[in-house]
């Protein structure tokens, strides 16, 4: 008995060093290779439509952005990766900053993204646009009352905002946006009033937020667009009947505009696969990527050429913030510092 | 038989020798016992001659083998040394016979499986092969762990406070008996006692440690006397 | 000290653990050589306005949840260990499984019970009753979801203790007068501590280094502080200096309750096994008994794992269950590799430990601890510095054998060197107390019967310490089934383990196609309680 279970382990035992020692063969073949903090399963399908035109395979690594910047440099010249993906363009600027990344020089990809979502010395461009936007509650909210960002800090919303913990990279940018703007003053003057309006500390991710709207523990929540498009979008029926009590107001739109983030790509300073990886960035800014960003994930599309989603359409037309995308990586440890001074948590 | 030649030793965290410049001589087929208070280093002799620890200086013969002195230090499984300890060791996931064929090396089935008999017998539990330690008394499971130490025929066999664990209404017919099986066998054997009474009833020569230092007594009934 | 060292010759066994403790310390002096940078300015921010709220929070949870774990860990320990129940056998597996639910996913199971729309209000909307508002997302939530997910971390390593205890000591305490309760305050409890500490460390590590469950919960902890220094501002060095200040802490706490141990040390109880056998309990025992497990098995195994089925059921097919073969052959293979080396080493640092105690190897022990002892990204920056800088110095050897250049971190040797020193405190903590109660006896006794170490070890060590090896290979298995923050950022390209998938959707509030796989990380754990517990029958003590 005893003996049959100490064969069966160390069978057992061999038989999975073997196996993982023998994955090892190593092929010639064009790759590139990625560093990504977007995990959607609808990138996965890009990559592999990409592999399947052009003969070229896509290596992926998955992690958080910070951590992989990190990795990065640890790696220096010797790293593998060749580009570079994140879900924030504070991550590309920070990569910049770090001497991580090079230019693209790529006119397909000059050409696919307007001027103002890419970097002035293209060293990284947008995939993809998200806005960060007030929502509401449609039976309790008359949206006329609504305006600004600015405007959730009076009085007459005291209790009634709802927004998810400063740790998040969305709220950051948010204010990071506010300092570029207004300076940093107006900035903390906007945090500190929005702490007082808040109906609760935060909590939760961005679909909590607009459940609470609708329960009544709230009136407005700053949330994510493409979060309202997954609440719609639920195979869950509740969360599909949240999400049509839910109205979307594009803050700004009469001033300064309202705030964008994008998720972009860069190419890695010592990746290898250049050609491969250009070739990348202009398969995904091009307009059949662009299309599957748009309609998979309710994202913004970049190239101008492919419309948006038909939900993205139903919410309006937007006026964005008129401010260099890269200052929100500039101003990321300054927003951070001030959420800490105000007690946003 | 056996020889200890100015042994010394002291442990790792302690200040002062536990054994100091002892000389000990065995013939074959002598019973000593070492008596004397608690921590006196009784115990501690027994590890030194087992091998289980090792002296600061001195010099230990078994026969003509030397088991230990500068430089040199025959490990425990190479000594062939019996013992007995306090609380038995024996092998609780072990049967009786797996316990005693344990230290049968170097034998085929058929002659281990004699051999484990034999012992058997000769401790009068012949039917308890397939039971576990657990399943025994405490006398019986004292017996099966001298039946494993005298099963391959060691040369000296040593018993740490073999007595200790037993009630006193059994105290005597089981110190009867394994003396018995000992002058039976004839075996030399050194037992650490706390009770004077093992040592004047059953012992050749009695030596007492006190704070590590040993010194011959003159109190056994069939006294030989000094050598 | 040396003296004597050199006295006795380097044994082989020394010289292999001694090896093996560089190895666990290597990536650590990475860490700690930050200290040394200068103090950085996001320091002096974070010091000024966050950081006692921030330490106040983490003590908090700690203080709470260890609390709770200990009692509830010690008190199904020993009631499954020294009485007999219907089912004994079937609620001692049921009790070790929330293990395999890891605490971030439960505080989304939990919160999506109590959120607005969630399930609790559906249920009371079915039966037409008003909702209920319970704020699970608060510190008491997280005490909560932390308490019932860590408590079979006590459990196992409790267990495995009380089973060794000699009967005898219990019954002498009846004897001398004490009744059952106080028998066990007063004698068994401070026999225990070495043990019952042993499994609230782990639980307390494993809250301090938590980042996933309070950061949804919106509380900001110590490990906050590390993330937002790093993250948030940019500044590796400062957090560092954090992560390297809680490692010191742990370190202190850690040599202290060794100091305070060191003198009631259990002496080696003369264990005459009793076999097993377990008494029958009284009637209010009994009632209390079930009443407990049957709500504790409720709220940690019961609930969730209907709350995930459900999710799952509603998660939309389309690329979930993409790659699947190899996402499992993934997680298998790297736990099983894992769990043997953690074994493997634990065994090897607690033989020495046991055989020649000395200041060193007592140090040794403690250091295994190290890697458990910060958040599990900063260990991951340490051990990638430290084989890139091995990779770099083997580049002429690599160019000769026709490798790549980061042979080594690029491999998935990186990701199980990480996971193996990473999760060693745990293996070695049941394999340690597994020793110290076995003690030395039965290994001399073997050494005198003719056998060498290596005999004595496969026949005799082994065996006896067969449970507490088993309880370490589950901790350990478990554990990496269910690490995130090493495999994410060490592994090689295309490696996908169950959890990465589950973090993947999480991460993007796709929590219906996260439940698929969080369902089958339970699943696997399962498989693998039930293989080990089929191993450990083999086994007769």
């Known amino acids: ?345 | 038989m056996i020889k200890l030649i100015n042994i010394s030793f002291q442990y790792d965290n302690a200040s002062t020798e536990t054994l100091k410049n002892i000389n000990l001589e065995l013939e074959t087929g002598e019973v000593l016992a070492v008596v004397g208070p608690s921590g006196g280093g009784k115990s501690t002799l027994l590890r030194v001659i087992a091998g289980l620890e090792k002296p600061k200086v001195g010099e230990i013969f078994l026969g003509e083998k030397c088991l230990c002195k500068k430089g040199t230090f025959v490990n425990p499984e190479k000594r062939g040394i019996g013992m007995l300890f306090q609380d038995y060791a024996l092998f609780p996931h072990m049967t009786v016979a797996k316990n005693i064929e344990y230290g049968l090396i170097g034998m085929n089935t058929t002659e281990r499986k004699k051999r484990v008999k034999e012992v058997l017998g000769l401790v009068n539990l012949v039917e308890y092969e397939k039971r576990y330690p657990h399943e025994l008394s405490g006398g019986q499971q004292q017996r099966i762990a001298l039946a494993r130490a005298i099963a391959a025929t060691p040369k000296i066999l040593l018993l740490d406070e073999p007595f200790s664990n037993l009630d006193t209404h059994l105290l005597q017919s089981v110190r009867e008996e394994l003396f018995g099986i000992i002058r039976e066998i004839g075996i030399t054997t050194i037992m650490v006692t706390h009770n004077p009474e093992d040592a004047t009833t059953q012992a050749d020569r009695v030596i007492e440690i006190v704070e590590g230092i040993a010194s011959e007594k003159n109190w056994t009934k069939n006294n030989k006397g000094f050598i | 000290m040396f003296a004597r060292f050199k006295e006795r010759g380097l044994s082989p066994l020394f010289v292999i653990v001694t090896l093996i403790i560089v190895a666990i310390v290597l990536p650590s002096v990475f860490i700690f050589i930050r200290l040394f940078h200068p103090v950085t300015e996001s320091w002096l921010h974070i010091k000024e306005y966050v950081l006692a709220d921030y330490i106040h929070n983490s003590l908090v949870l700690v203080a709470g949840v260890s609390v709770i774990t200990g009692i509830l860990g010690t008190f199904f320990a020993w009631s499954l260990s020294k009485y007999q129940w219907r089912f004994g056998l079937l609620l001692e597996s049921l009790l070790f499984l929330p293990m395999a639910i890891p605490p971030y996913i439960a505080g989304y199971v939990y919160g999506g019970i109590f959120t607005p729309f969630g399930t609790l209000d559906r249920i009371l909307n079915q039966v037409g009753k008003e909702p209920i508002r319970v704020d699970i997302l608060s510190k008491g939530g997280a005490i909560f979801v932390f308490s019932l997910f860590l408590t079979p971390d006590v459990f196992l390593v409790t267990k495995v203790f009380f089973e060794k205890l000699p009967k005898n000591i219990e019954e002498s305490s009846r004897l001398l007068g004490r009744n059952q309760s106080a028998t066990f305050f007063r004698v068994i409890l401070p026999m225990s501590r070495g043990a019952l500490v042993g499994g609230i460390v782990l639980v307390m590590l494993e809250v301090l280094n938590d980042y996933g469950l309070v950061r949804y919960f919106g509380i900001p902890t110590f490990s906050t502080a590390i993330y937002q220094t790093w993250f948030g501002m940019s500044d590796v060095d400062g957090a560092v200096r954090l992560a390297a200040s809680l490692m010191s802490i742990v370190i202190i706490i850690l040599l202290m309750e060794q100091f305070f141990r060191g003198r009631g040390r259990l002496s080696q109880a003369r264990a005459i096994s009793d076999g097993g056998i377990k008494k029958r309990a009284s009637k209010v025992y009994k009632v209390v008994f079930y009443v407990l497990t049957f709500v504790y098995l409720s709220l940690a195994l019961i609930l969730p794992i209907t709350q995930l089925v459900w999710w799952s059921s509603i998660a939309k097919q389309t690329n979930v269950m993409r790659r699947f073969g190899s996402i499992l052959f993934n997680t298998i293979s790297v736990g099983v590799i894992v769990t043997i080396l953690v074994v493997v080493c634990g065994i090897l640092i607690g033989n020495l430990n046991r055989l020649n105690p000395s200041i060193l190897s007592k140090i040794y022990a403690r250091i295994v601890i190290l890697g458990y002892s910060v958040p599990a990204s900063i260990i991951a920056i340490g051990v990638l510095v430290t084989f890139i800088s091995v990779d770099r110095s083997l580049s002429g050897l690599y160019g000769i054998l026709d490798l790549k250049n980061l042979f080594l971190t690029s491999s998935k040797f990186i990701l199980i060197f990480a996971l193996t020193i990473r999760f060693m405190a745990i293996g070695f903590n049941s394999i340690e107390s597994g020793f110290s109660k076995m003690g030395k006896k039965h290994y001399e006794a073997s050494k005198l019967l003719g056998r060498d170490e290596w005999y004595t070890f496969r026949y005799v060590d082994f065996p006896i310490l067969k449970p507490a090896i088993i309880s370490a290979a589950i901790f350990a298995f478990v554990d990496v089934l269910k690490e995130l923050p090493l495999t994410l950022i060490l592994r090689p390209f295309n490696f996908d383990t169950l959890a990465t998938r589950v973090f993947t959707y999480a991460g993007d509030e796709m929590i219906h196609e996260a439940s698929v796989y969080s369902l089958i990380i339970i699943g696997v754990s399962i498989v693998a309680l039930i293989l080990l517990s089929f191993i450990r029958k083999g086994t007769r003590i």
């Not at chain 1, 020692?21 to 995990?39: L, M």
């Not at chain 1, 700053?222 to 029926?237: A, C, H, P, Q, R």
């Open chain 1, 1 to 345: 008995m005893e003996e049959t279970n100490e064969k069966i382990v160390s069978m057992i035992i061999v038989a999975v060093l073997l196996v993982s020692v023998a994955g090892c063969g190593v092929e010639e073949e064009k790759v590139v290779n990625i560093y990504t903090d977007r995990h959607y399963d609808t990138d996965q399908d890009l990559y592999d439509k990409f592999t399947e035109q052009t003969g070229i395979v896509v290596n992926v690594v998955k992690a958080d952005s910070d951590e992989l910047l990190e990795r990065l440099k640890a790696e220096g010249e010797n790293t593998e990766a060749d580009l570079l993906v994140t879900s924030d363009v504070g991550r590309l600027f920070r990569a910049g900053e770090m001497d991580l990344i090079k230019a693209f020089n790529s006119d397909v990809v000059e050409s696919n993204v307007p001027e103002h979502l890419r970097a002035t010395d293209d060293l990284w461009t947008a995939l993809t646009v998200r806005a960060r936007v007030i929502t509401y509650a449609l039976d309790r909210v008359d949206p006329s009352t609504l305006s600004t960002y600015e405007a959730l800090t009076e009085p007459e919303w005291e209790g009634k905002v709802l927004a998810r913990s400063s740790s998040h990279i969305y709220n950051q940018s948010l204010l990071a946006s506010f300092i570029a703007l207004n300076g940093e003053e107006a900035a903390k003057e906007w945090a500190q009033g929005l702490v007082a309006n808040m109906a609760r500390t935060p909590e939760g991710n961005d679909r909590d937020q607009m459940k609470a709207v609708v329960a009544g523990e709230g009136d407005v929540a700053i949330v994510n667009t493409y979060y309202l498009g997954k609440l719609l979008n639920s195979s869950d029926e509740v969360e599909v009947e949240v999400g049509k009590q839910i109205g979307v107001f594009f803050p700004n739109q009469e001033t300064n505009g309202t705030h964008i983030n994008i998720s972009g790509a860069a190419l890695t300073k010592y990746g290898t696969n250049d050609e491969a990886a250009i070739e990348l960035l202009e398969f995904l800014t091009g307009s059949e990527a662009q299309n599957d960003y748009a309609s998979a994930n309710y994202e913004y599309p970049v190239n101008e050429a492919v419309a948006p989603s038909d939900l993205l359409k139903s919410f309006g037309e937007l006026k964005i913030q008129n401010i260099a995308l890269s200052l929100l990586g500039e101003y990321n440890d300054k927003a951070v510092k001030i959420f800490n001074e105000v007690g946003w948590q």
